[in-house]
Structure formats: C-alpha cells, structure tokens
C-alpha cells in the first residue's frame, strides 16, 4: 500500500484527491467510510436545454457504501425514514427497490494464526 493506492484513479488535471500524502487515510476512504454515488437520474433535462422550471418527476439512482460493520437492516430503516419524511413544499418522496449487502469485514485471527 501506498501512493499506488492514490494513483490509480484517474483524475482531472490539477485535481488532487482528498488522502493524496495519506496512504491509510485513503484506504480507509475506499473501504471503511461510507461513500454516496448517483449512478443514474431520470427526469432531470441536460444542462444544454435546461431551465429553472418544474417537473412532475424525477428519479435518481444512487449507491451508498456502508462501512463493514454498520447493520443493514437498521441503515435501511432510518435511510427510508429519512427520505420519506416530511419532503419539502408538499412533494411525494417514495424509496423503492432498496437492497443492501453487508460489507466484508475479516475475522479476527485465531490464536493458532497469529
């Protein structure tokens, strides 16, 4: 481990990623914390042609990495309680298709091993 761990994503020129001199700091970010991605959106119009206007629906697709040892079940519930909960301005908010999987998380060493 060490700046391979950093370099290995590509990055835009003059970008630097936030663990750059850290080499745990960065494993930590890519394995432990949990981490937020959109990976798909519907209902939202390109930039090229879109305008401060209304839609009657959007949909977006996200991913969340949980930390190994969070329980999914309790992440879940919450999660949902707190999209659903009071939306602003009146607007529907409905969780669906939500899986989650626990992360790995090795073992402690048996005795005989360490």
């Given at each position: ?11 835009v ?22 981490t937020l ?23 977006v ?11 999914e ?21 409905k ?10 998380n ?9």
């Open positions: 481990m060490g700046k391979e761990l950093v370099s290995r994503f590509p990055l020129k003059g970008m630097t990623p936030i663990s750059e001199h850290n080499p745990i700091e960065a494993y930590l970010n890519n394995t432990w914390r949990p991605s959109i990976t798909g959106c519907d209902g939202i119009p390109p930039t090229a042609i879109g305008g401060n206007v209304l839609r009657p629906e959007t949909v697709k996200f991913s969340i990495r949980l930390p190994p040892t969070a329980d079940g309790k992440v879940k519930k919450r999660l949902v309680e707190i999209l659903e909960s009071n939306p602003p301005y009146g607007a529907e908010v969780v669906e298709n939500l899986k989650f999987m626990a992360g790995w090795a073992p402690d060493n048996q005795p005989y091993l360490t």
